[in-house]
């Protein structure tokens, strides 16, 4: 279970280990997991400047 605290911490120290978007793309990963507020989310990350990463896009599923 993630907070958004969390996925920033996840993508700031865990970059280069996070599943690639795009294969061979090594600069966009993500992070799909489960909420406590929606049912699932899907955060992409792209690595900007080093050492900063940009949060680009938020997906959610507020389940049924």
Known sequence: MF???RIVETF?????E???LIPGR???R???GVGVVVARFAVIGQLAREPA???V????????
């Open 3 to 5: 907070d958004l605290f």
């Open 12 to 16: 700031a120290t865990q970059f280069d």
């Open 18 to 20: 996070l599943p690639e």
């Open 26 to 28: 090594t600069d966009y």
């Open 30 to 32: 993500i992070v799909i």
């Open 53 to 55: 990463v940009e949060l």
């Open 57 to 64: 896009q938020l997906d959610i599923d507020k389940g049924s």
